[in-house]
């Protein structure tokens, strides 16, 4: 894309001779003479850079600057100052400025200055982006499904974050959204703006995750050459998100407890109490009361953790979600992957509702990521979906640990298949990236891909 480019400054020649040279360079430029016009084009335009000159006719250069900068933050701006006008330079870059010239000025300094104004301008934008997708997708805008059950589980968040510090027990199969739920809690409540930390139960040993949880002075053990926090104690004022909590051992379990009823703890080796302000989330895919009745989970903790409890219901129980969810992920994947992806057949739909998603939405998700990629059109069809959907083979291959016999097990081809679809997942489709990866060349990628399409390879795998 090219970089558009507004010039203001009164001066016509210099706004003549600015534009021939940055045209010749491949910028659109468009130019102002005054404030006024400069702001009216601004809003009209929205260029990427803009070059601007502090005196004008009509107003200060500061204050046009201090408007477009509210207009549009991402817009980068370099000033052009009178020789020796120190002081509207450093104003200027106090109000954002990203760079400033003094007169007279090599064009070639222009140039530069407008060359690397615009990568600026593409950095902040995609960081921008990422920070808005990152806050719909966090504040929990994005929890799809209008069920009933859906409808409780968002009525329970908008509870919970007026609270300050109620814990909070997700529960659910796996692939239903706990994180997602976990993240909602944090990033819409008034905690949004400490740290959510997150740990998972079930990866660390029992004085790994203690550590890792409550920090520990310096000399608390051989490795301890210095001190170091934990989780507790980074994320206060914030949230501590407890993964696969049911995994927690028991020993920590108990210190955990401790944690809870006084707010305070000691790092391990440390004789001082520290308190912090957290709220707990955690989560789990087991039945927790089982674990309690099973002499695995402590009773006292288990009723600390859910003091509100939030159930996610399988996904095949929620209804026309399916579809609402489905839809959600055909734009999400149709514009990531810049395909027309954007309905279901009724045969599709159908089928869709009918199976029962033991991946819950997680595998819903996958299943349309990879359509999406794989294939072209506008409306997914039955063709498009994986033989396990249609009822042609039992489980995935993709388990075969609990495969029953031999004969279930995948043939190399699947397999292939299968890694293939993984690592263009991973790539985002970009094939060049993937036979690297692959260790193959592009076009036998292609080939491969065109043979496994054939007899139905990379769509009989499921994430
Ligand atoms: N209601 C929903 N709306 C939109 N996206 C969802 C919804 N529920 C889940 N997802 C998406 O599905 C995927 C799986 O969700 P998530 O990781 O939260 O599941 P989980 O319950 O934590 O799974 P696991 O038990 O395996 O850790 C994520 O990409 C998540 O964003
Ligand atoms: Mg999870």
Redesign the pocket.
């Known amino acids: 894309m090219k970089t558009s480019v507004l010039v203001v400054d009164d001066e016509l020649l210099i706004r003549k001779s600015l534009s021939k040279v940055l045209r010749a360079r491949g910028y659109g430029v468009e130019t102002a003479s005054t404030g006024a016009e400069g702001l009216e084009k601004a809003a009209s335009i929205r260029p990427q850079v803009m070059i601007l000159d502090m005196r004008l006719p009509d107003t200060d250069g500061l204050s046009v600057l201090r408007r477009v900068r509210q207009v549009d933050p991402l817009l980068q701006v370099i000033v052009i100052t009178a020789f020796g006008d120190v002081q509207s330079a450093v104003d200027a870059m106090k109000l954002g400025a990203c760079d400033f010239l003094r007169k007279p000025y090599e064009m070639e300094d222009i140039v530069l200055a407008t060359e690397s104004a615009g990568r600026n301008f593409r950095q902040a934008s995609e960081l921008d982006l990422y920070r808005r997708q990152a806050w719909r ?1 966090y504040s929990g805008e ?4 209008e069920s009933a059950a ?1 409808r409780d ?1 968002r009525d329970l968040i908008e509870k919970v974050v007026r609270s300050q510090a109620t814990s909070v027990l ?1 529960t ?12 909602a809690i944090h990033y819409r409540s008034d905690r949004s703006q400490a740290p959510l930390m997150e740990v998972n139960c079930s990866s660390f040993h029992e004085s790994l995750l203690e550590n890792e949880l409550f920090g520990h002075e310096r000399g608390a053990f051989t490795d301890a050459t210095d001190t170091k926090k934990g989780l507790v104690e980074l994320c206060d004022g914030g949230t501590l998100f407890l ?2 909590v049911a995994d927690m051992p028991i020993p920590t379990q108990a210190k955990l407890l401790r944690f809870i009823d006084h707010r305070n703890f000691k790092r391990v080796g440390g004789a001082q109490d520290i308190t912090v302000d957290i709220r707990l989330v955690a ?3 087991k039945d927790l009361e089982a674990e309690v009745r099973g002499g695995r989970f402590r009773n006292d903790l288990y009723f600390r953790l859910k003091v509100v409890s939030i159930h ?1 219901a399988p996904l095949c129980e929620r209804g026309d ?1 399916v579809l609402l ?1 489905g839809h ?2 055909l734009g999400e994947f149709s514009r990531k992957f810049s395909k027309r992806f954007s309905d279901f057949t009724p045969e599709a739909a159908q089928r869709f509702l009918s199976y029962s998603w033991p991946g ?3 595998e ?2 996958n299943l349309i990521e990879r359509v999406v990629l794989l294939e072209e059109g506008e409306k997914v069809a039955l063709e498009h979906l994986p033989p396990e959907m249609l009822g042609q083979r039992g489980p995935s291959f993709e388990v075969p640990s609990r495969a029953a016999d031999a004969s279930s097990l995948p043939t190399l081809a699947q397999i292939e298949a299968e890694h293939i679809g993984e690592v263009l997942r991973l790539t985002a489709g970009n094939k060049s990236r993937a036979a690297r990866i692959l260790g193959i060349s592009r076009q036998g990628l292609i080939e491969k891909l065109r043979r496994s399409r054939l007899d139905g390879g990379v769509d009989r795998q499921v994430s």
Not at 172 to 183: C, F, H, I
């Open positions: 997708h994005e929890i799809i499904g859906m589980v997700i659910g199969d796996s692939g239903t959204g706990k994180e997602l739920v976990a993240r993964d696969e989560a789990t895919n996610l979600d969810l959600h992920f819950n939405v997680r819903l998700r």
